[in-house]
């Protein structure tokens, strides 16, 4: 089972909104809506931001949406803030024996 | 306060065995399924192994399937990796993470602080 693939790094200004793509395959991404994204922030422990493609756990911003189409999933940070320079990782079930993966992770920079 | 607490890392020699534990506060642990996922210094998440709330499922990376076996004990409220036969490229931070169950979600709500498993001579 390969990793899910993202954009090494997106950046982004204050204020403005940056979208992280997160693609697999209809093994996973296309065939299932159980994507989820994870922030990680440096020595840190990751901490769940999206479940489900779009849902937002308790305690979570509204300026982090998720979508899905096809094999693709995104995640969209809107408003960019300084604290939302971190890691951020996707994961999908697979219908494949492993059960789950992640991608390979990307790091957001604010400008 | 939910809480998960690894211990057990450190450092091993190549072909050595290492168990990592994973106690459980603040919540139901007998009704969660639970993971271990791994980062090696420097890359990205990988998942290693999961086991339901009863250990009636278990699964495992392709990566480390036949060398560590997942267990845990909910009257201890404990999860379990015993990690054999290590390789250098084992060399992770790992981490204990709580199957999103309450929320219906294929996702890890809850992890641990991680436990640092060196593997080298």
């Known amino acids: 089972q390969s990793a899910l693939t993202q954009p090494a790094s997106v950046s982004g200004s204050p204020g403005q909104s940056i979208t992280i793509s997160c693609t697999g395959t209809?093994?996973?991404?296309?065939?299932?809506?159980?994507v989820s994204w994870y922030q990680q922030h440096p020595g840190k422990a990751p901490k769940l931001m999206i479940y489900d493609v779009s849902n937002r756990p308790s305690g979570v911003s509204n300026r982090f949406s998720g979508s899905k189409s096809g094999n693709t999933a995104s995640l969209t940070i809107s408003g960019l803030q300084a604290e939302d320079e971190a890691d951020y990782y996707c994961?999908?079930?697979?219908?494949?024996?492993?059960?789950?993966?992640f991608g390979t992770g990307t790091k957001v920079t604010v400008l | 306060e939910v809480q998960l607490v690894e211990s057990g890392g450190g450092l091993v020699k190549p072909g050595g065995s290492l168990r990592l534990s994973c106690a459980a506060s603040g919540f139901t642990f007998s009704s969660y399924s639970m993971n271990w996922v791994r980062q090696a210094p420097g890359k990205g998440l990988e998942w290693v192994s999961s086991i339901s709330s009863s250990s009636s499922y278990i699964y495992y990376a392709d990566s480390v399937k036949g060398r560590f076996t997942i267990s845990r004990d909910n009257a201890k409220n404990s999860l379990y990796l015993q990690m054999n036969s290590l390789r250098a490229e084992d060399t992770a931070v790992y981490y204990c993470?709580?199957?999103?169950?309450?929320?219906?979600?294929?996702?890890?709500?809850?992890w641990g602080q991680g436990t640092m498993v060196t593997v080298s001579s």
């Open positions: 209809s093994s996973d991404v296309g065939g299932y809506n159980y």
């Open positions: 993470a709580r199957e999103a169950t309450a929320i219906g979600a294929y996702a890890f709500d809850i």
């Open positions: 994961s999908s079930y697979t219908s494949s024996s492993t059960l789950r993966v």
